[in-house]
């Protein structure tokens, strides 16, 4: 779960991390009405997006007054912001956050990340911080410097001075530079925080050390201990996520829609993507990609195979399942029969079941008089589906 | 031979009273698996499923001398219950649940450091060896003892294969489930490691997909070793959309994890034979093996 710049300040806010005073705007009137009660010298406007690279493609820009910061959030928010890391289309940009411009002598990069490779907590910093640190660390792996966090100490220890070295700090701003790492380790281990990233993390010219920009992304896994989070949680779903996706998902189905025209019923991630990718291969066009997992009841299963049968997209539907310890065929069968009975269009069906109780789910499937193309194995069914394709399209 | 479990393995259960645990472990036992124990905090001094419950790990391995443990836990506990076991010197600890938090399995890890065991999953189906023991709720119908050695990171995709290679006549010695979770214990790299000194075992399947790096782990092992046996790998996701990236950390530590295409790359590098498809596996080993045996591998 990603946060927002400025509900990611307000976390890390509280372990203690100096952030820059600022207030949310959904409006350009709001914007102005903040700025001129604040009545900061000097203000950042800042466009609210999940993705990275938003101070290249024009997301942070200053402003001088209250008007001028009107003026800034109005061309803001007016247009999807495009960045190296979001969709082609860009991301939305329903929030601004106006905040306390500073006069910047350095800037430094500061993450603390679950590394999945090592399977440990680690503080990566950089003396060169800033929007193209990225870049400059793919031509110099030397740039970023890392130190494991021993998460089983309470708070979580490391060297954090001397990753406040390794950045070129000394003295009384090297402290202070320590003390922020490790309110950042307290954050991941507290928050449950794969990341929690300052870039940059600014000295300002009066020495202050203020995080200016902050991402922290929250580990979904961990939130029944963190309830507050998991209503902020529910909330971004509510407003962002698609409510096909999330209806899926509370009938235990990873269920994502995608631009194609062939339906696709699968269990296990691995299979789903599989089963997508020799689709693709054949030349065709999946509609989604969908994921039963094992605590899928057959009406969970009714539910899923229902929104693919309503996609008006979807022309013929693919189920390929492989019963395993946990999800049988039959319970799959079973959910689609009674997704079928529901249905207000049919499309051609082909099915094909292996492992734990395929057989009795054919039987099934076919007891509920559920006509079906009824595939040997994986390839056949690949095929199968393709002809259809065809002759759809003749 | 096999691997990770056997004959010999005398299981313990943590969470054994709860229902998934009395349902998978009741088709363990008519598998062949011995159970003989269990651990339920609270409900020790009672039987379950002909075993004797306790109320710690240590207690459990003490009375019955059992050497390896599945966890049916919650998320919520189930790290606490994984370093009850490490603490413990369970060899061996398998664990199936999913949704386990990532922090804890940091903190798993570290305790894992310097310890006795081994540790498989979590989101792990377990281990199966065909026709001997099974530590794991996968399903059995298309197991056969044989000679190809699966490790993988899906749970379907190893039903799949062993469905195919006990269909090209090959069976298999092991399969075993690295877990789908971003930090797990046995990885990918482990599994071949294992499977290589497994004299059962004359060929290797590795089941990938996209995210993380155990794929290039095992390129890299493979590239370092230049195993005898013949190694095959698919890897699920070359045409998934990539996941959207936030921040810059993903692209200098290994938070995000890798697209399928440069994985295939660099194990096809290392002179792993990639299947085309998930359907092409059984084939794809089956051809391996043959060549492997017509002309045997010369040393360099």
Known sequence: MNLYEFQAKELIGRFGIDIPRGRVAGSADDAERLARRMAFPRFAIKAQIHGGGRGIAGGVRFASSPDDARIVAGELLAKPLVTSQTKPSGERVRWVYVEEAFDIAQEIYAAVVVDRARGDLELLVSAAGGVDIEERAAADPRVIARFPVDVTMSPPESDFIGAAHAVGLTGGIAQKAAEVFANMARVATGLDATLVEINPLAITTDGRMIALDAKLSIDPNALFRHPALAALRAQIQMDEGDPKELAADRHQINYQKMDGRIGVVVNGAGLALATNDMLIDAGGKPANFMDIRTTASSLDIAYGVGVILENPATQVVLINIHGGGMQRCDTVAEGVAVALRRARRQVPLVVCFAGNNADFARTRLKGAGVSFIDARDMSDAVSHVMSIVAKAAA | ?300
């Open chain 2, 1 to 300: 031979m096999a691997i990770l479990v056997g004959g010999d393995t005398r299981l313990l259960c943590q969470g054994l009273t709860g229902r998934a645990a009395t349902y998978h472990m009741a088709r363990m036992t008519a598998y062949g698996t011995r159970l003989v124990a269990g651990v339920t905090p609270g409900k020790g001094g009672r039987n379950h499923l002909d075993a004797p419950v306790f109320n710690t790990v240590r207690e459990a391995a003490d009375a019955t001398g059992a050497n390896a443990s599945m966890l049916f836990v919650p998320p919520e506990t189930a790290a606490k219950a994984m370093i009850e076991a490490i603490e413990a010197e369970i060899p061996l600890v398998v664990v199936v649940t999913e949704r386990v938090p990532v922090m804890d399995m940091v903190r798993v890890r570290q305790a894992l450091k310097g310890s006795k065991t081994r540790l498989v999953g979590p989101n792990s189906q377990g281990i199966l060896v065909p026709g001997v023991c099974q530590v794991g709720v996968m399903t059995t119908v298309n197991a056969r003892s044989g000679v190809v050695g699966i490790v993988s990171r899906s749970a379907t995709l190893t039903s799949e294969v062993m469905a195919q290679t006990t269909r090209a006549g090959l069976g298999q010695s092991a399969t075993v489930g690295v877990g789908g979770d971003p930090v797990h214990g046995l990885s990918l790299k482990d599994g071949v490691e294992l499977f290589l000194e497994d004299p059962q075992t004359e060929a290797i399947v590795v089941i990938g997909e996209i995210g993380g790096y155990g794929e290039e782990e095992v390129a890299e092992f493979v590239a370092a070793v230049r195993p005898g046996k013949p190694i095959v790998a698919f890897v699920a996701g070359r045409h998934a959309p990539l996941e959207r990236r936030m921040g810059h950390a993903g692209a200098f530590s290994t938070e995000g994890g890798g697209a399928a295409n440069p994985k295939i790359a660099a194990l096809q590098a290392a002179g792993v034979s990639i299947s085309p498809n998930a359907a092409l596996v059984g084939q794809t080993v089956a051809l391996q093996l043959h060549r492997a045996k017509s002309e045997p591998i010369r040393s360099l």
